[in-house]
């Protein structure tokens, strides 16, 4: 067997505190990360090799890396469906509200022109509507003008978010970030002003159709035509959000998302990092769900299927249950772990599995600063799985069954 002396040390200095965290020399806590917690739990040499710089190797491992990222794309472009599905939404309703205006329009001209409504009472509310107009206008350019964000410190989000039930989805980085102004200064064009702008010149042009149309024949029949075309074209809108939710449902059905609640984040590599400042504790997860107005960590593991969840994983799923906990101070009653697409877990979240997981934690910042860390079991089929087996002097030698 290889020397493992250099493998049994201590990797830092540093002391246990009064409740049986560890801190360093400077009085910090040490750092333990959730998947840190996965490795310990599976085997503590296994832990150790990753500590000394020995990456994880083999198929499994880059088919791994591979499915993580899949899964984030499919994340991503359901998110981005789902945003088109909401602009189209939101633009076909003002283009359907043309065309009821453009509708009422071509009633108000027919009801004049066959004298059921005085031509001169329609002559004094096109005016009023014209001078209504204005003072809109004059108002939108007051507004455009003025620094008045920044008198009253409006953050204008011009793509709004879905509200958040707790500081951490302020943190967390979502997939779709509202697009903000913030507060500027002079000459600032946001969303007050292209409302009252876009109903200062739908305002001038009624007002000005109903003073000054003549032959009301001919408009009544324009503006029939004009609303026609505006339905065609509110239509095409409709059909794009059909599409795109269309694609929402085959993103679902792709990725097996279909009863994981509202996916609110997805770990691309750089997303936000949650930590627990009291026991050292910090991680992302692959996903984190929202599931009535809770939020629910979701963890996708590949490879073979298992009959029930592995030790190692659950404990992963735990720690990340905690980091939900201490950043929202709300408890989430589970957490999912995920085999493929197909097969997911519910990972009960208590008092009792938070006391396991606060022993884990300790124990890995223990023999961070004592050492000792050796191979846990006398499971040869688990050293054979493991993705660090071709470094670890600790390993056991598989014999297949004959």
């Known amino acids: 067997m290889e020397d493992t002396s250099s493998l049994r040390g201590p990797l830092k200095q540093g002391t246990e ?24 739990v599976y085997c503590p040499m296994s832990w150790r090799l990753e500590s000394e710089g020995v990456s994880a190797k083999g198929k499994e491992v880059e088919q791994g890396i591979e499915k993580h990222q899949q899964m984030h794309q499919i994340i991503v472009e359901k998110i981005e469906a789902q945003n088109e599905f909401t602009r189209n939404i939101v633009i076909w309703s003002w283009w359907f ?11 108000a001209f027919y009801f004049v022109q066959d004298g059921l409504i005085d031509s001169e009472l329609a002559s004094m509310i096109g005016k009023f509507l014209v001078l209504l107009a204005l003072v809109w206008l004059i108002l939108a350019i007051v507004l455009l003008v003025l620094p008045w964000r920044k008198w009253f410190g409006w953050n204008e989000k011009l793509l709004s978010s879905s509200t958040s039930t707790s500081e951490i989805e302020n943190n967390l980085q979502p ?38 149309a003549q032959n009301r024949s001919l408009a009544t029949f324009a503006l029939l035509v004009l609303a026609l075309v505006w339905t065609l074209l509110a239509t095409t809108r409709l059909q794009a959000a059909l599409t795109a939710n269309q694609r929402i449902k085959e993103k679902d059905i792709e990725a097996g998302l279909e009863e994981l609640g509202d996916i609110r984040y997805s770990d691309g590599g750089d997303s936000f990092l949650l930590e627990d400042e009291n026991t050292g504790l910090r991680g ?7 599931i009535g107005e809770d939020l629910i960590p979701v963890e996708l593991k590949t490879g073979k299927i298992p009959k029930k969840p592995h030790k190692s994983h659950r404990f992963q799923i735990l720690a990340y249950l905690h980091l939900i906990e201490s950043m929202t101070g709300n408890p989430p009653p589970f957490g999912f772990l995920r085999y493929g697409t197909e097969s997911v877990y519910s990972i009960e979240w208590n008092e009792k599995e938070k006391e396991k997981l606060f022993d884990i934690i300790k124990e890995i910042q223990r023999v961070t600063v004592q050492g ?25 030698k598989f014999i297949p069954n004959q």
């Not at 043309?98 to 071509?106: C, Y």
């Not at 992302?284 to 929202?290: L, S, V």
């Not at 000792?372 to 056991?396: F, I, Q, T, V, Y």
């Open 284 to 290: 992302r997860p692959d996903q984190i769900t929202r």
């Open 372 to 396: 000792g860390a050796k191979r846990d079991h006398n499971r040869p089929g688990k050293c054979e799985s493991c993705s660090r087996r071709e470094d670890c002097p600790d390993r056991l």
């Open 17 to 40: 505190g009064p409740d049986g965290f560890w801190f360093d020399l400077e009085n910090k806590i040490l750092n333990v990360s959730a998947s840190e917690v996965e490795r310990y």
């Open 97 to 107: 509200a043309v065309v009821l205006t453009l509708a009422a329009d071509t009633a």
């Open 175 to 212: 997939l779709n970030t509202p697009l903000e102004l913030g507060e500027k200064g002079w000459f600032t064009f946001g969303r007050p002003e292209a409302l009252i702008l876009f109903s200062a010149i739908a305002l001038s042009l009624h007002g000005i159709a109903l003073t000054f």
